[in-house]
């Protein structure tokens, strides 16, 4: 399952969701994870990943 919100420069932000309809991950225009994450067994959040990146040369 999944949903997506398009912003108006352009930009698309794909939101998924795993097999029990929890939040999985986001995904920025197809390309590479905004975030993603992790689930105890309680289903409670135990991780949220996100996507580092860096301009500096």
Known sequence: MSA???FPDGNLVNYN????NRLDYAALNAGGYLF????KADDSLSALY????STAA
């Open 4 to 6: 997506s919100l398009q």
């Open 17 to 20: 969701r795993d097999e029990l």
């Open 50 to 53: 996100r996507l580092v990146t």
């Open 36 to 39: 993603s994450t992790q689930y």
